[in-house]
């Protein structure tokens, strides 16, 4: 009789470890699981951080297109040929280089349909038909992207 209990406890304690070892195997699997998700998602971050790491700088240089832009613009009306494309050549250059660092104008034009989340409205104005009812009259300031991301909305007229 006593060597029965003695088997029982012996099988409750055998059975107990294995029980205690599932366990920790399952605690182990679930921890390696979040630990690959972990490292998979810190990957993907860093490389979107390296992708947009001199986001703050391009913003800063976009001004500085748009003052290309205004005096490309002034200096078409003089006489002055050469000055023209002087200023150009530089802006181009600019432009490429920055293009180089993955910046892409976001393209927008008349006619094209409103969307509040690639547009920004400044204003709205009587569309001067009823085709242009949503639509963008007027581009005032260009739009820009890094990669997928838009670093400056565009800047619209809508018709009403």
Do not use: C, W, Y
């Not at 294995?18 to 993907?44: G, H, Q, V, Y």
């Not at 085709?131 to 809508?158: A, Q, S, T």
């Amino acid at each position: 009789m006593e060597n029965e209990i003695e088997d029982k406890e012996e099988v409750s304690i055998e059975d107990q470890l294995r029980e205690d070892l599932a366990k920790e195997k399952d605690k182990f699997l679930r921890l390696f699981a979040e630990f690959e998700n972990f490292k998979k998602r810190t990957s993907k971050e860093r490389m979107e951080l390296f992708k947009t790491a001199g986001q703050e700088v391009i913003v800063s240089l976009l001004p500085v297109l748009d003052d290309f832009d205004r005096a490309l613009k002034e200096i078409s009306k003089s006489e002055d040929k050469e000055m023209f494309k002087g200023v150009e050549l530089i802006s181009n250059k600019l432009k490429e280089t920055l293009k180089g660092k993955g910046l892409e104008q976001v393209e927008v034009g008349e006619g094209d349909v409103f969307d509040a989340e690639v547009h920004d409205a400044i204003t709205q104005i009587p569309a001067p038909n009823k085709k242009m009812k949503g639509k963008i009259i007027d581009v005032v300031e260009k739009g820009f992207k890094l990669g997928e991301r838009i670093i400056r909305h565009p800047k619209v007229v809508v018709g009403n």
